[in-house]
């Protein structure tokens, strides 16, 4: 066992796992926080997306150990305290972005990578950028709508909250 | 999938990390293609040496007219350095390519090189750029060619205990034009063929020409009967062409669901000639 202290969305945790913990199964089963979701487990589909120091990273396929000091975000950590919607969440609200929803946390958190790297892509970098991230429902078009959508919120955007801000 | 059980270190130093790893212990850096195959449990190892997060192994300068790039760099400061896309662009194009945003923010130079996937994309690039593989360990640091590293399918020069401690590419803008060009498998991302150029002319003639190839057969490999095929003769398309098509001559293309032998040939040869025309185009 090791002890691991992490932020995750501002608030701070410390805790004993095992080495072989991957960092998805601490945010679910340890602290809780399920809005992260498993879908492949193999490292393709993106669902598991959160972001170390500020990164997008498949959290199947890191340690909880590898976080260690780290600063995390999960898609709970994006909507303000009074629950109005971050604007990447109100831009797949108002494209209809979603169908099952499950891939949707995935998504949502590798737009806000996306969008923080280049603020204004064209559909073609849009759809390179989603390359990590798989949706079974929408046929991917509504999905590159609302990223679209969510770029040209820029002011909006410019104040989101960063990992442990 | 839950891994086996193992002991977890992360050193502070690269000192200590080499201490570690001489009594046998297995380096983890980006976990990209590790904790995978721990799931699967393809590997199981009993001790991780977390290398990843040493800042000893995490720089990319210039030296001599040479650019360091440190066994710790993600693929994604690569891809986004500056120095290396305006002084080494083939490194920064190559990273690009590897598979998506969150695989590019973990994953470091050093751990692709050092797993020798036969369908990386770096190894590629690597060979064109007559890259250097510096190697440390305790007994000390040796520095070999990419022909010298690569030696086999996922099987690399390393000894036990040793690691990639970075990798070596030259100051490469100016005249001399490079593309990399890959045919990828739209599911996984890996390359089916990946071909790497590097040309420079002068008077009408190729004057330097460098042809790496990924994902044909069990290796990476330097294809020099191309570039003899090219160097001293006219700049033209149909010598481009015919020198593209001997890529695959005396190689055991692989062959699997995604494509035949005779395919990953015919594309290796197709790729081979585009690497070559784009680099041509970017050369003066
Ligand atoms: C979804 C997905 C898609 C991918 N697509 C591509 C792709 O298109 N092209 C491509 O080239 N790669 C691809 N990869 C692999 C990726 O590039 C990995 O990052 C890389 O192969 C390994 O680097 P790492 O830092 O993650 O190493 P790890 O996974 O941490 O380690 C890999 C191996 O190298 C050893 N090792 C690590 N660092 C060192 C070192 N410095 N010295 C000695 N040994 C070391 C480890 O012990 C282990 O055996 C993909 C991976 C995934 C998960
Ligand atoms: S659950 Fe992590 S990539 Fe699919
Ligand atoms: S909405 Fe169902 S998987 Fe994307």
Redesign the pocket.
């Known amino acids: 066992m090791r002890t691991i202290n992490v932020s995750v969305n501002g608030t701070k945790h410390s805790h004993e796992v095992e080495p072989r913990m991957l960092l998805i199964h601490y945010l679910r089963e340890v602290i809780g926080l399920t809005g992260t979701h498993m879908g492949c487990e193999?490292?393709?589909c993106g669902a598991c997306t959160i972001e170390v120091n500020g990164k997008a990273v498949?959290s199947c396929?890191m340690f909880a150990v590898q976080a260690d000091g780290a600063e995390i975000l999960t898609i709970e950590g994006l909507a303000a305290p009074d629950g109005t919607l971050h604007p990447i969440q109100d831009a797949f609200w108002t494209e209809h972005a979603l169908q099952c929803g499950f891939c949707t946390p995935g998504m949502i958190m590798i737009t806000k990578q996306i969008l923080e790297r280049n603020p204004n892509p064209t559909e073609h970098e849009i759809r390179e950028g989603l390359d990590?991230n798989l949706c079974r429902c929408t046929g991917y078009q509504h999905i590159v709508n609302a990223v679209r959508t969510a770029s040209l919120h820029r002011d909006a955007l410019a104040s989101l909250p960063k990992a442990g801000a | 999938m839950i891994a086996n059980s193992f002991e977890y270190s992360a050193p502070g130093s690269l000192k200590e990390a080499l201490a570690l790893l001489a009594e046998g212990a297995?380096?983890?850096?980006?976990?990209?293609?590790?904790?995978?195959?721990m799931k699967l449990r393809l590997?199981n190892?009993e001790h991780?040496v977390d290398?990843?997060r040493l800042p000893e192994?995490n720089y990319i300068r210039e030296e001599n007219g040479e650019l360091h790039i440190g066994?710790?760099v993600?693929?994604f400061e690569v891809e986004s350095s500056p120095l290396l896309l305006g002084k080494c662009p083939l490194i920064a194009e190559t990273a690009a390519?590897?598979?998506?945003i969150?695989?590019?923010n973990?994953?470091?130079?050093?751990?692709?090189?050092?797993?020798a996937?036969p369908?990386?994309?770096?190894?590629a690039a690597l060979h064109a750029l007559d890259a250097k593989i510096v190697?440390v360990s305790g007994e000390g640091t040796r520095t070999l060619s990419t022909e010298e590293f690569f030696l086999d399918t996922f099987t690399?020069a390393?000894e036990p205990g040793?690691?990639?401690?970075e990798v070596i590419v030259p100051v490469d803008a100016g005249l001399t034009g490079t593309s990399y060009q890959?045919f990828?498998q739209p599911a996984?991302?890996?390359?089916i063929v990946g071909a790497a150029a590097r040309v420079r002319q002068e008077g009408g003639k190729f004057t330097l020409v460098r042809v790496g190839m990924?994902g044909l057969s069990g290796n990476a490999y330097r294809a020099r009967n191309v570039e003899d095929a090219l160097v001293g003769k006219e700049v033209t398309d149909a010598n481009i062409q015919a020198a593209a098509a001997l890529v695959a001559d005396g190689q055991d293309a692989s062959s699997d669901l995604h494509a035949t032998a005779e395919y990953r040939a015919h594309l290796a040869g197709a790729y081979t000639a585009r690497a070559l025309r784009a680099a041509l185009a970017r050369s003066a």
């Open positions: 193999t490292s393709l498949k396929t990590g | 297995k380096p983890l850096a980006g976990g990209m293609s590790l904790i995978p195959m590997a190892p991780l290398i990843g192994l066994a710790g993600t693929h390519h590897i598979g998506d969150q695989v590019r973990r994953g470091t130079i050093g751990g692709s090189v050092a797993h996937d369908s990386a994309d770096y190894p190697l690399t390393l040793e690691i990639v401690s890959k990828l996984s991302g890996f390359a990924t």
